[in-house]
């Protein structure tokens, strides 16, 4: 957002009462110009302008959106960043809070469990192994104890495996970067909503949209000029006077003030 004072494109002539020596009364004619103060508002996304509400010459009042730009892809950014914002903010719960009792138990039944079975498949791997040897059972008989055999095992791993991580205790290392990490996600949602209210350009001030720098369609980057909106309700008018009519002019003197019309 620039502030700046420009002229306004009028002019205007100033007629001064001024007094010298005795009852003589001097009149001095000049011209100046009209000054506001105005504010040129930029850009902080990129992006294509998707509405303009307002044109040039309309009354406007601070915090009035003047223009959209689209911002249909930080929409989707911000559904993902939330998802994955959820996704950390429930593992660090889950590590907070550790295994339910029930789950522990469950890890340990079926742990149990799987260890006997693995245990009987184990023997009957050996009986049948024997009795493979002495000719005694089929190929198939025998194929099917070991396939059974490495099923037993399988299982048994797993259960195992299970078993260790429901009974794992995070460091607390690794649940400080886990709050870091669910630091950094909501940063990141944050932004990103940051970034979609930016793209509703509201004016500053209340005043008037004197001019309108792109229109609807177009594309537009960070730094990008906008509108520009002025404060009509305070002005100022500059008057050049000559240096030898300067000394009539004093302070609290009465000036009558004509607008030049065209």
Same mark, same amino acid.
């Given at each position: 957002?620039?502030?700046?004072?420009?002229?306004?494109?009028?002019?205007?002539?100033?007629?001064?009462?001024?007094?010298?020596?005795?009852?003589e009364?001097?009149?001095?004619?000049?011209?100046?110009?009209?000054e506001?103060? $105005?504010?040129?508002?930029?850009s902080? $996304?990129?992006?294509?302008?998707?509405?303009? $509400?307002?044109? *040039?010459?309309?009354?406007?009042?601070?915090?009035?959106? %003047?223009?959209?730009?689209?911002? =249909?892809?930080?929409?989707? !950014?911000?559904? !993902?960043?939330i998802?994955?914002?959820?996704?950390?903010?429930?593992?660090?719960?889950?590590?907070?809070?550790?295994?339910?009792? =029930?789950?522990?138990?469950q890890?340990?039944?079926?742990?149990?469990?799987?260890?006997?079975?693995y *245990?009987?498949a184990?023997?009957?791997?050996?009986?049948? !192994?024997?009795?493979?040897?002495?000719?005694s059972?089929?190929?198939?008989?025998?194929?099917?104890?070991?396939?059974?055999?490495?099923?037993?095992?399988?299982?048994?791993?797993?259960?195992?495996?299970?078993f260790?991580?429901?009974?794992?205790?995070?460091?607390?290392?690794?649940?400080? !970067?886990?709050?870091?990490?669910?630091?950094?996600?909501?940063?990141g949602?944050?932004?990103?909503k940051?970034? %979609?209210?930016?793209?509703?350009?509201?004016?500053?001030i209340?005043?008037?949209?004197v001019?309108?720098?792109?229109?609807?369609? *177009?594309?537009?980057?960070?730094?990008?000029?906008?509108f520009?909106?002025?404060?009509?309700?305070?002005?100022?008018?500059?008057?050049?006077?000559?240096? =030898?009519?300067?000394g009539?002019v004093?302070?609290?003197?009465?000036? =009558?003030?004509?607008?030049?019309?065209?």
């Amino acid at each position: 957002m620039k502030m700046l004072k420009v002229f306004l494109i009028i002019s205007a002539s100033l007629l001064i009462f001024g007094c010298s020596n005795g009852d003589e009364i001097k009149f001095i004619e000049a011209s100046g110009t009209i000054e506001s103060t $105005n504010i040129i508002v930029s850009s902080r $996304n990129a992006g294509n302008i998707q509405t303009t $509400n307002f044109i *040039e010459g309309d009354k406007v009042k601070v915090g009035d959106t %003047i223009i959209i730009i689209d911002h =249909e892809l930080l929409d989707i !950014q911000l559904q !993902q960043a939330i998802a994955g914002k959820d996704a950390v903010e429930a593992q660090l719960k889950l590590m907070l809070a550790g295994a339910r009792i =029930e789950d522990i138990n469950q890890a340990v039944q079926n742990l149990k469990q799987a260890k006997v079975n693995y *245990e009987t498949a184990e023997k009957d791997k050996i009986r049948l !192994q024997n009795l493979y040897d002495s000719h005694s059972i089929t190929q198939k008989q025998y194929e099917d104890a070991l396939a059974r055999y490495d099923l037993m095992t399988a299982q048994y791993n797993s259960a195992q495996e299970n078993f260790n991580k429901v009974k794992m205790i995070f460091r607390k290392e690794e649940i400080d !970067q886990a709050k870091a990490n669910l630091n950094k996600a909501i940063a990141g949602v944050d932004l990103l909503k940051k970034n %979609i209210r930016d793209s509703y350009v509201v004016s500053p001030i209340n005043g008037f949209l004197v001019k309108t720098y792109v229109e609807r369609g *177009e594309t537009v980057t960070p730094m990008s000029s906008l509108f520009k909106v002025a404060d009509l309700d305070v002005v100022e008018l500059v008057i050049y006077v000559s240096e =030898e009519e300067l000394g009539y002019v004093k302070l609290g003197q009465k000036a =009558e003030v004509t607008i030049d019309t065209y």
